[in-house]
Structures are given as C-alpha cells and as structure tokens.
C-alpha cells in the first residue's frame, strides 16, 4: 500500500530528498551539495540545471529505497524561499542563473522606492518590506538586464524554486503554493486574492510570466511517468520557514518557532487573522488549507549558519562546523569579543541591505576560540533583538521551539534559553522543515483528516533548554552586543 512520503528539501546549499512513513518517522535521505556562485560584492546565483539534476538523483535514490513508485502516496516540496528562476516553458530549462533570495543588487532600487515613499503601501498590500531579499525586485531587475528573457516572448516563466521544480516534475503545470507567493512582493496577502496588479506594475513584473497561486495541501499534478516509473501526486507544499513552523506544530496562535539554518528565520503563527507590525516584522502566509488561510509574523536574519560556513571555508578558522561547539566550550567567555554578522546586511528588525560585518573587541588574548563563541553568540543576540520587537508588537514569547542544522549545537541552544530567559524546545528530529512538508503531503493524500492532526501524530519527542544564567550576566552580555551593534548602524 501506498502509505510513505516523499520530501524534495532544497535549501540553499544543498539538494535534499528525504523518506518518511506516515506516522513521520524518517526512513531515509540522500543529499547533495550544488555550488554558490559569487559574480560580485552583494551578488549570489544558483545555477537552477544543477539543482534540478540534484533533484531528479536524490529522489530516484529514495523511491528505488520505498521499494518503487507505487509505494508512495504523496510528494511534498519544500524550498528556499525568494530564489528566483527564469526557464523556457517549452523545454523547462533555465534561461539565466537563479537570484538567491541573499543576493542584494536590487538595493539601489528598492532605496529608490522608499524614497518615493512607496513602502506603506506596500506593506499594507503584501504584509512585506521594500527590501531586496524578497522577490520581486529581482524579478524586475533580471527583466531590465537580461536581454535573454526579453527575447524569450511567451516562452519565458518565472518563479520560486518549488514552482520551478513542480514545472519540471509535472512536465508543465506552473504553480506556486501561498506561502512562496506571499515572499515575493507581489501578492495581496489578505483573504483570497492573488497576485497584485499594483504591485506587478510598481516593480515592473507582468503577471502573465508568473503561477498560479495554489493552497498548500492541493494536489497540484502527478510527475511524469517516465522520471521515476510511476506517476506520483505532488499534494504538499510551503517555503522553508513556513514547512519549519508547521514540523513544529506551531499552528495555534502565539506558538513561535526558530529555524537555524543558513540563515535564521523565526515565525510566531497568528490563527486566520493577519498580523500588523509597527517595528518592522513580516506578515506572511503560514499556511493555506483549500480557501483557509492562516498568518504568521516572521522576523529574519540574514546569517546563521553560513556564519560558521564563513569561518570553516573563508576564514580557515575551524576544521569542520561541528568543531564550533568545543571551541565555545573551551572559553570561560567571550573575552569581550563581539560578531555582528552582517555578511549579507542586517535583516529584521534593522533592514539594512548595505550594513558589513564587524568582529570588535579583539586583543592579543583573543583566540579562534573567541571568535568561534562569538559567532555562536550572535545568533542568540540577534533572536533576543527579534523578541523585543516581537514582543513590541504585541506577540511576546511563552518559549521558543528551535531546528535546523545549528540547532543540533547543544551550547548554542542553551546559550538562546540563557540570553532570551526563557525555554527552549528542540525536538528529537531537528529537520522540522522536511517533516512539516510530509505533514503537508500526507494531509494533501488522505492520510489525515486535516493538518493539526498530522501535526499532533509525526512530530516526535523534543528536548528542552531552560535557563540557566543569572539577570547581571545577562545584561552585561547583551550591553556588549548593543554597543559592537551600534557601530555597525552607525
């Protein structure tokens, strides 16, 4: 019987298909890496032929494991978020390189709209910020300066990674789920409504070229049978944060999770109301089950484990990532060694794209194990940034569930419930961003009533952090960060 889940996961880095049964016990993963490409200061590409044929690997890999096609019940995607793909409709390959959601070339011109004061609008329509993370500004920009997809015509689509990759896998069906959509900057966020005309037209984006928006549970096609020797629904779909939030079960209103992986992207679900925010967080779709469609308010922050990616491959400063932990430990402190890690500008609730990164307070006392403990140290900082602004806006924090790659870091969770006073949940299985897809996809194929339900049977057992340091230290620490932070905003 067809009762297991398939997961396509792509991240940033990498390319990840993972196998679930239907209670979510995780049965399997093939992974591979794809190359970051960096043609400029503030320019980061992929290349979307390379995450495709990764795609097609990794899942094949995973099917042959099921034991074949007719094993699987369900496809979920989830994705990257604001990765912007370019392809030909007719053939489904890539017309130009894929605009990573961290590449900031649209700065000037979002400044520009700003100025024009044009953001309060926006906001109003999409719940979003003139900001170049989202997608939209790419989009327009790649139109303006890519003549290859001028001369494309009719034959050029666009959209996020999940929607490129269902084109592909479906052999042309050319959707988005809710919750990509409502990244781009170009979709009314309230009730039913679709992508913006206004918007469209602010940044210089038809909307012939772009999906059509889907919920996240809708069977939105099969793959082509010759791609895996079976045709398999596709019924279960939601960017990564969003996937994170719902692995961790966090649908009820004030539930807040934290996902650390390559950045850090921290979510508090607001039921079927639309949240508003005077400090300069996100409103975003969590999820949309059938018409039903529920919000979250998001902070995100630009750098998390990149930062320690940063320090392994760009630095030479340590082995492995994993080797952050002990050198965190090996220090009775920081020594007065502060990481403001903006490498790709500051995020939530700053938003400054052209913000750079600032090690400070180094002497000769200072060693890599400062700094490594430093870095750690950030992320706390920054998601103790985010919950006062949060908090600012009405929607403080009872705890914090945390996941992805860094959240396997048992001092960095402990250093979070430290610095932010509060617990912290990490669950068994900390890829909560897959396990929300196969919750998505086993609702999507019948195997549970409704998502709550799927939630409350595959999430798993957890962990949990409380603190653990008194209020001075706390202050103390937290008044170093702020002075080494102002410098950076100066």
């Not at 996961?9 to 990840?16: F, I, L, Q, V």
């Not at 902070?299 to 320690?308: N, P, R």
């Not at 400063?317 to 890690?341: F, I, Q």
């Not at 600012?392 to 250093?415: C, H, K, P, S, Y």
Request: proline share 4%; hydrophobic share 45%; glycine share 10%.
């Amino acid at each position: 019987m067809a009762e297991k889940i398939i997961v396509i996961d792509e991240g940033t880095t990498s390319t990840r298909t993972m196998l679930f049964a239907a209670d979510g016990t995780p049965l399997g993963s093939a992974q591979r890496e794809f190359r970051q490409h960096y043609p400029g200061p503030g320019l980061v590409e992929h290349d979307a032929a390379e995450i495709w044929n990764a795609t097609l690997a990794c899942t094949r890999s995973m099917i042959d494991k099921a034991g074949g096609s007719d094993r699987i019940a369900a496809i979920g995607i989830t994705n990257q978020r604001e990765t912007v793909v370019f392809w030909d409709r007719a053939t489904g390959e890539p017309l130009a390189p894929a605009i990573v959601w961290q590449d900031r070339r649209t700065a000037a011109e979002c400044a520009a709209l700003k100025e024009a004061r044009h953001e309060a609008a926006v906001q109003a329509t999409s719940g979003l910020l003139l900001d170049p993370y989202f997608s939209g500004s790419k989009i327009g920009w790649a139109l303006k300066n890519w003549p290859q997809l001028r001369e494309a015509g009719d034959r050029l689509a666009v959209g996020t990674i999940e929607s490129y990759l269902v084109y592909r896998l479906t052999g042309g069906v050319h959707v988005s789920d809710a919750t990509n959509a409502s990244r781009t900057l170009l979709m009314a966020i309230d009730g039913a409504h679709g992508w913006d005309e206004g918007l469209c037209d602010l940044l210089g984006v038809p909307r012939a070229l772009l999906p059509e928006i889907v919920g996240c549970t809708a069977t939105v096609g099969t793959t082509a049978p010759d791609l895996f020797g079976g045709a398999i629904p596709i019924c279960g779909m939601a960017g990564d944060q969003q996937a994170a939030t719902i692995g961790q079960a966090c649908l009820a209103p004030g539930q807040t999770k934290a996902t650390f992986g390559t950045g850090a992207f921290i979510l508090s679900a607001s039921g079927l109301t639309r949240p508003h925010s005077a400090n300069r967080l996100l409103a975003t779709v969590l999820v949309q089950e059938g018409d039903a469609r529920s919000y979250a308010l998001e902070g995100s922050v630009f750098v998390a484990g990149s930062l320690i990616q940063w320090l392994r491959d760009g630095l030479g400063l340590l082995a492995s990532a994993g080797e952050s932990e002990g050198l965190a430990r090996s220090v009775a402190d920081n020594g007065g060694v502060y990481l403001v890690p903006a490498l790709s500008g500051l995020g939530a609730p700053h938003w400054r794209p052209n913000a750079l990164a600032a090690l400070s307070g180094l002497s000769f006392a200072s060693g890599k194990a400062h700094v490594a403990r430093a870095a750690l140290e950030a992320q706390a900082y920054q998601a103790h940034d985010l919950k006062s602004a949060f908090a600012a806006d009405g929607v403080d924090w009872a705890e914090l569930r945390i996941d992805g790659g860094m959240a396997a870091n048992n001092w960095m969770a402990q250093d979070l419930a430290d610095m932010l006073d509060l617990t912290v949940e990490r669950p068994e299985f900390v890829e909560s961003t897959a396990l929300g897809a196969a919750m998505l996809a086993a609702t999507g194929a019948g195997l549970y009533p409704d998502l709550a339900s799927a939630a409350r049977a595959m999430r798993g057992r957890t962990t949990r952090f409380t603190p653990a340091l008194d209020a001075q230290q706390r202050k103390t620490r937290l008044a170093g960060w702020q002075s080494a932070l102002a410098k950076v905003l100066r």
